[in-house]
């Protein structure tokens, strides 16, 4: 279903720009420009629906094994949890990636060819592997969340976890270096408990914005991949206890 919605967006999308393109006469500057836009706006929409796929994905990948009864025969090949619990995950995103990876492709083909520019660029492939972090992140916090409340619960929760840390992003970047001269409230620690505690989406966002508008990338645009890391890592190994504490 959602592979049928993305081709029907990239097409839509495709014939959209091309009847503006012909309709109109435009120069070639005037033409490329729209071709930019045009991928601007369906990478934004396929970025969201990958999100949903990311978000389903990361509700089964280990929830189906539970409800199947089939992680009891898993776990007793000689497999250690940690292990089981990677392959479950990397597995789920390197499905999403190439579904992503796909459709992008398929976009900047499209509109080049109506557009008469390459849209085909390094910029594309760069800005293919920060979104596609994001999709790793939440797989993660989908597979969490999934093993205590019911798959629709966590697909909601996971999603409005997913918009709350980039919110949280988004409030404490606008802040900048007159963030210290904030009063203290419950808002700036409610906010700071989503900003810090997990990776920063927002901002990862607004790197691959960055990346696909052809900006140049500094020092302070990368600053926050270390806490990326991080805070992943500690997603992962929290998702790690919780498998070991589960009865099974």
């Known amino acids: 279903m ?6 029907f967006i990239i097409t839509g999308g495709h014939l959209v720009i091309k009847f503006f393109n012909e309709s109109f006469n435009q120069t070639d500057g005037a033409t490329a420009l729209i071709g930019d836009k045009g991928l601007l706006i369906l990478f934004a929409i396929i970025a969201f629906i990958m999100t949903l796929i ?23 090949f000689p497999i250690r949890r940690v292990e089981y619990i990677a392959s479950r995950i990397f597995g789920s995103w390197i499905i999403a990636f190439f579904c992503f990876l796909f459709s992008i492709l398929f976009t900047a083909i499209l509109i080049s060819s109506s557009s008469s520019t390459n849209l085909i660029s390094l910029n594309i492939i760069f800005a293919l592997a920060t979104s596609s972090l994001n999709m790793l992140s939440i797989i993660t916090i989908a597979c969490i969340l999934s093993l205590y409340v019911p798959k629709l619960f966590a697909f909601i929760l996971t999603f409005i976890l997913r918009y709350l840390i980039t919110g949280s992003n988004a409030a404490f970047d606008s802040l900048g270096a007159s963030s210290g001269q904030e009063a203290i409230g419950f808002g700036r620690i409610f906010t700071g408990f989503f900003h810090f ?40 190994a929290f998702l790690c206890f919780l498998i070991n504490k589960k009865d099974i």
């Open 2 to 7: 959602f592979v049928g919605l993305i081709f």
């Open 54 to 76: 990311s978000t389903v994905l990361g509700t089964n990948c280990i929830k189906s094994d539970f409800e199947s009864t089939s992680i009891n025969q898993i776990l007793s």
């Open 197 to 236: 505690l997990f990776p920063r989406l927002g901002s990862m966002d607004s790197l691959t914005n960055i990346i696909l508008t052809g900006k140049s990338v500094d020092f302070s645009n990368l600053v926050f991949l270390g806490h990326y890391l991080v805070t992943y890592l500690l997603l992962f």
